[in-house]
Structures are given as C-alpha cells and as structure tokens.
C-alpha cells in the first residue's frame, strides 16, 4: 500500500504565499513523477506542476512563474511553493506521483486533498 499526505494548505490574503508539502510511504520500490493537481468549485480538476526524479519540471500557464515546484528523492516528498496568491487560485490541492511498488510498473496515487482559499 502507498499513501499520499499532504499539509500546508489554509486561508491567505491575496498577493500572500503558501507551502504546500507531500509525503509519500508505503510499501515503495520506486517514486517516479511527482506533482500537484488542483480542482477549484465547479471545474476540472487541472495537472499545475509536475517534477521528475532528475528534477525537470513542468508548470502549467496559469501559475509559471508564481509556484516553484521541487522534490526531495531521499524523502520521497514534493513540495509546492506558492507566491503571489491570487482569489481564482482556490482550490483544493491534490498530491499526485506515479509509483512503483514492484520493478514491473507504476500506478497513479493520489492524497485526500488540502483547501487553499485566497481572500480578503
């Protein structure tokens, strides 16, 4: 079994800055790519950074150069950092990794998910 933790999510004040943090554990041979998703009320749920183990990364448009994303492969953790907080960044962040648990291939997890609400 393998599970995904996250922590860091709250309420913050436009312009304001968060630290959303992931844990992964379990039964791991593995961790592959890293990443978070979010879904804010009534859309999609929308793939917004993605880090492989060597540490490329990938943001979609709508946070580059306001979220850095980055991994810890000793810890197996991923952590998103979120600057410049905006109201249409709310939404509930989810933890995201493709995983191995065996040398043969890798599933998809997923944590419980964490509110990030920016208001005033």
């Known amino acids: 079994q393998v599970q995904l933790v996250e922590s860091g999510g709250g309420l913050v004040q436009p312009g304001g800055s968060l630290t959303l943090s992931c844990e992964a554990s379990?039964?791991?041979?593995?961790?592959?790519?890293m990443g978070w998703y979010r879904q804010a009320p009534g859309k999609e749920r929308e793939l917004i950074a993605a880090?492989?183990?060597?540490?490329?990364?990938n943001y979609a448009d709508s946070v580059k150069d306001r979220f850095t994303i980055s991994r810890d492969n000793a810890k197996n953790t991923v952590t998103l950092q979120m600057n410049n907080l905006k109201p249409e960044d709310t939404a509930v962040y989810y933890c995201?990794?493709?995983?191995?648990?065996?040398?043969?291939?890798?599933?998809?997890?997923w944590g419980k998910g964490t509110l990030v609400t920016v208001s005033s």
């Open positions: 880090i492989v183990s060597g540490g490329s990364a």
């Open positions: 379990g039964s791991i041979y593995s961790v592959y790519a």
């Open positions: 995201w990794s493709s995983i191995a648990t065996n040398p043969l291939y890798g599933l998809d997890y």
